[in-house]
């Protein structure tokens, strides 16, 4: 038994890849996204399991991100996507990472670089079609291509923009943006550098919206099996990769009128059962689901009793004499028996969603392998 352990079945990452791959048309790319510690699963064994399913590239939020899969031995075309001051930029370019621009500082910054590493950096123009964190607004995109095309030590190598609205039911500003993108593309796309590649879709895009793949689409939250739109996972054809679970580490009964706990949150309305499992927010499990979470044990739903400590929790396990023992595993996300508690249930509990979620589980968390 593992106190708080990872399960993570890349057989199901490369199922959801090849899933969404077969939702493109011929000579549509998967990218990979695996950034943020592969939205907590593990950066480097989604990689490889995205690549081995198909996807042409991965991205990455930042430069040491991008380093961590070249020093795995990862060798694919890889895509840093977040911003990247100077240091960055650096260690983003020996890893042989592609990199966004935007503006014509950093443009200069990067071909200052190049200059003295030698070779060629391959950039993406990134659009503000309506997001308004990062990128150029489209009426700005001829003149900054007229300058990147001056520059030797610049390849383009795509046009992208990202939506913030593709997971959401009303469609008009997912329209807006998807034509600001086409509308600007126009021009590039008939100079037709067909080395150029045009992408925005995010997974929700990938999966409703096939008139937004263009050449490439940008996959996260989907390969984990995880849903775009905060529903059941599998009614999109995606099979979650990631169970959670920990073990108890006591049972104890209590009388009425016993208090649990930190803040003594949760009262025994009787004699009461319950179990101390050695996982808590030190783990990245929420302080939010105190009183409010669920987890299973010997396939059964049972509610966390009292306040989610740094390192454990406290489950009720009823007034009966229970069937379960010190060493029962104790399952936070995914199935056991007939039940199942997903990433999707735990974020609506908390207000958030699930990619939260999985980005939180922590260091101390263990990550265990499957269908390697
Ligand atoms: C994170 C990210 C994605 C992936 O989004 P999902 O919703 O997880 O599919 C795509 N594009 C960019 C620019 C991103 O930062």
């Known amino acids: 038994m593992r106190r708080a352990l990872a399960t993570v079945d890349l057989e199901s990452v490369r ?55 070249r020093e795995a031995g990862i060798s694919s075309p890889l895509i840093v996507l977040g911003p990247l001051t100077g240091a960055d930029l650096e260690t983003a370019l020996a890893a042989d990472a592609e990199v966004l621009v935007w503006s014509l500082p950093f443009l200069r910054e990067i071909v200052r670089l190049r200059h003295d590493q030698g070779g060629r950096a391959r950039v993406h123009v990134k659009l503000d079609t309506g997001m308004r964190r990062l990128g150029l607004y489209p009426r700005d995109l001829p003149r900054f291509l007229d300058e ?13 923009t ?43 895009a990938t999966i409703r919206f096939p008139q937004s ?10 390969i984990y099996g995880l849903s775009p739109f905060q529903t059941d996972p599998w009614t999109d054809g995606l099979k979650p990769a990631l169970r959670l679970t920990s073990y ?10 016993d208090t649990v706990g930190y803040g003594r949150a949760w009262t025994a309305p009787g004699n009461h059962y319950v179990a101390a499992v050695p996982i808590g927010y030190g783990d990245g499990v929420s302080r939010g689901l105190s009183n409010r979470g669920q987890v299973l044990i010997g396939g059964r739903p049972l509610p966390i009793a009292g306040r989610v400590s740094m ?14 023992n010190p060493g029962d595993e104790v399952v936070l996300i995914g199935g056991q028996g007939e039940e199942f508690i997903t990433a999707e249930e735990v974020a609506a509990v908390l207000g958030t969603i699930n990619y939260e979620i999985t980005c939180n589980l922590s260091s101390r968390v263990e990550r265990v392998y499957q269908g390697t």
């Open 213 to 222: 793949h263009f050449d490439l689409v940008r996959c996260g939250i989907a």
């Open 162 to 204: 990202h939506f913030a609205t593709a997971d959401e039911d009303d469609e008009d500003f997912f329209d807006y943006q998807l034509r600001a993108f086409d509308e600007a593309v126009q021009p590039a796309l008939l100079r037709a550098a067909d080395r150029i590649r045009f992408h925005c879709a995010n997974s929700a």
């Open 248 to 257: 108890v580490a006591d049972v104890k009964r209590l009388t009425e009128g």
């Open 148 to 160: 990147l095309a001056t520059e030797p030590e610049l390849q383009l190598a795509g046009l992208m």
């Open 15 to 69: 199922s959801n890849v090849a899933s969404l791959i077969g939702r493109l048309s011929p000579g549509v790319g998967l990218m990979a996204v695996v950034k943020a510690n592969g939205y907590g699963h593990g950066a480097v064994p989604v990689a490889r399991a995205s690549l081995a399913a198909g996807a042409e590239s991965l991205g990455v939020a930042t430069a040491a991100e991008a380093r961590e899969l």
């Open 311 to 324: 390192d454990l929790i406290t489950v009720d396990l009823g007034p009966a004499r229970p069937a379960v």
